[in-house]
């Protein structure tokens, strides 16, 4: 069976709902299978989305993204930092 890629928007409809299922009375099993999810993936969206309204959801993303940029330009800082070592060492005159 394929496997369904749930977008973010989705994840948390889906624990909303699961949630719902949950104070009515339904256990988690139950409330997993409604939904179409495993027991599993639902502990582990709950962790990482637990609690979150969509505008915090946005801002994490935004956040994942700015630290992706930065990641990226501290590794080109390190990269251009290592060129000018290499070429200083070259450059000196050897006695």
């Given at each position: 069976m394929?496997?369904?890629?749930?977008?973010d928007e989705d994840i948390l409809n889906v624990l909303r709902q699961i949630?719902?299922?949950?104070n009515a009375g339904s256990d988690v099993a139950s409330a997993c299978r409604?939904?179409?999810?495993?027991?599993?993936?639902?502990?582990?969206?709950?962790?990482?989305?637990?609690?979150?309204a969509r505008s915090q959801l946005q801002e994490?993303?935004?956040?994942?993204?700015e630290n992706s940029r930065l990641?990226?330009?501290?590794?080109?800082?390190?990269?251009?930092k290592l060129i000018l070592k290499e070429s200083l060492d070259y450059l000196k005159p050897k006695a």
């Open positions: 394929a496997r369904k890629r749930y977008s949630e719902l299922d949950l409604k939904s179409g999810v495993s027991d599993a993936t639902y502990y582990t969206w709950r962790k990482r989305y637990g609690g979150m994490l993303k935004s956040l994942e993204k990641k990226r330009i501290v590794a080109d800082l390190e990269l251009d």
